[in-house]
Nanobody, 130 residues
């Protein structure tokens, strides 16, 4: 059974930093794109309501960020550990959300669309008070 487990969320003051981690088990994603999405407080629904944050291709050769986080967030991965990271700096209150890790079940493809991804973590909460 494939599982994605996120960690590293929490409460941080504005301008602070957090690093989220997501470790996969049950299969390897060393040839697959992994991404991060988020859902703001008060929003409810399936993955189609998630906001794209970032993705990283299997070898890190293709990386993409939402405009809202570009220059502040950095996505990275360690395939040997089946883990993807999201380093978040200069955090703002509008970054408050539940952050979800996602993995593509196919090899060598990538997308910003949440519906493209086959596997999801349970989410980790990030709160940046205003």
């Amino acid at each position: 059974q494939v599982q994605l487990v996120e960690s590293g969320g929490g409460l941080v003051q504005a301008c602070g930093s957090l690093r989220l981690s997501c470790t996969a088990s049950g299969r390897t994603f060393s040839k697959s794109t992994m991404g991060w999405f988020r859902q703001a407080p008060g929003e409810d629904g399936d993955v189609t309501t998630y906001e794209f944050v970032a993705f990283i291709s299997w070898n890190g050769g293709s990386i993409d960020y939402a405009d809202s986080v570009k220059g502040r967030f950095t996505i990275s991965r360690v395939n040997a550990m089946n883990t993807v990271y999201l380093l978040m700096t200069s955090l703002k209150p509008e970054d408050t959300a539940t952050y979800y890790c996602a993995a593509d079940g196919r090899d060598y493809t990538a997308s910003r669309r949440a519906t493209y991804y086959d596997y999801w973590g349970q989410g980790t909460q990030v709160t940046v008070p205003s």
